[in-house]
């Protein structure tokens, strides 16, 4: 059985920093990519990032390109996502998501996520 455990997750004054870490247990399986999803309360899912397992390429969404920096560790399974300039519209729980399976494009992670997921990190940004 495959399990995400997230963590990094806390409390932050604006413009504040925080690195998230996602770890997968559970293998072996074969991963194409790696990605970041949040939600905060009352509000859609929202994708931030994704990275290719066996290469460099890195896919973001525009509202947190520039802020936030996703990037890998494939000797520890492991996803971060660093975030800088943190804002209170920040705030949301953060979910780390694998696909195992190839794909044509890692773009297509941010409307169709891969099958695995993690519990979620909460971070609060304060004012």
């Known amino acids: 059985q495959v399990q995400l455990v997230e963590s990094g997750g806390g409390l932050v004054q604006t413009g504040g920093s925080l690195r998230l870490s996602c770890a997968v247990s559970g293998r072996p399986f074969s991963t194409y990519a790696m990605a970041w999803f949040r939600q905060a309360p009352g509000k859609e899912r929202e994708f931030l990032a994704t990275?290719?397992?066996?290469?460099?390429?890195?896919f973001y969404a525009e509202s947190v390109k520039g802020r936030f920096t996703i990037s890998k560790d494939t000797a520890k399974n492991t996803v971060y996502l660093q975030m800088n300039n943190l804002a209170p519209e920040d705030t949301a729980a953060y979910h780390c998501?694998?696909?195992?399976?190839?794909?044509?494009?890692?773009?297509?992670?941010?409307?169709?996520?891969?099958?695995?997921w993690g519990q979620g990190t909460q971070v609060t940004v304060s004012s």
């Open positions: 990275i290719h397992w066996n290469s460099d390429a890195t």
């Open positions: 998501n694998v696909a195992s399976h190839p794909r044509s494009s890692i773009r297509s992670m941010r409307s169709s996520p891969g099958e695995y």
